[in-house]
Structures are given as C-alpha cells and as structure tokens.
C-alpha cells in the first residue's frame, strides 16, 4: 500500500505572514476555535481536521527551509465539501454576513459542482463546494 493510501491527511499548514492577523480571521469570521498558540504560530480545531498558520520566517529561522515568498496570490486552496446546494447558499450568507469577502455569490460550475470562493488574510484561496447530482465529472 502506498504512503497516500496509508496515513490520512490530518493537518493543512499554511505559511503566513502575521499569525496574529490569522488567528482572527480564523476564529472570528471562520468560527475554527483555538488550539494552540506559540511565537508566530497558531493551530485550530475544525470538523474533521487541524489547520495551523505559521509565519514564514518564524519556520525559515527554526527550521531551515527558505521564506522566499510567491508572488502574486493563491499559494494554496483549501476546500470544504459540503452535503447540499442548500448548504452552500447557507455557509455563503453566514460567511458574507461576517464580513468575508467572496469573490461572487455561489455558483454552478463544469465539473458538476455549485461553489464559491473567497480569499483569507494571506491571499489563501478558500473553495466551499458541494457536489452536483451525479457527482463529479472526469472531463470538463
């Protein structure tokens, strides 16, 4: 068996720059509730999964790895499956309603999902998604 199909995946870490800045938007807007918080790192509980936010210099200086940063936005996308269409509606007028700004209003796309997106503080592209009927599609 392969190391993917053996060890689930249990934590999403995503280098930011001010994890005091995350940890509002995180518990604030988001609702993840706080774990743990140490210099320049921060890690919440969700529904199924630990998220972390760790400065990218705090890690560089500790660890070794480098903390040259991408340009422009989106180093990651986090999804969320939700169960229904109904559900997406729902999550998007509670997180619009918290001041979470999206990038439009859920929609129907291609590959048989109804989504939306928004971005969080470090410019982290969030897609809360639900399947369409029929699942998903191989080919769009």
């Known amino acids: 068996m392969s190391f993917a199909q053996r060890y689930a995946i249990t934590d999403v870490c995503i280098l930011v720059k001010d994890a005091s800045r995350s940890v509002d938007f995180y518990v604030d807007k988001l609702g993840f509730e706080l774990n743990r918080r140490a210099e320049g790192f921060a890690e919440f509980n969700g529904a199924g999964l ?10 560089s200086s500790h660890a070794g790895i480098s903390n040259a940063k991408a340009d422009g936005p989106h180093k990651v996308c986090v999804a969320v499956r939700l169960p ?3 559900e997406i509606d729902e999550a998007f007028a509670d997180l619009s309603a918290k001041g979470v700004a999206m990038y439009g209003p859920p929609a129907d796309f291609v590959w048989n999902a109804r989504a939306f997106y928004f971005t969080g503080p470090d410019d982290e592209l969030w897609e ?4 369409k009927d029929g699942g998903s599609v191989g080919n769009f």
């Open 50 to 59: 630990t998220l972390a936010c760790w400065e990218i210099d705090h890690i």
């Open 84 to 86: 229904t269409d109904k």
């Open 128 to 131: 809360i998604y639900a399947w």
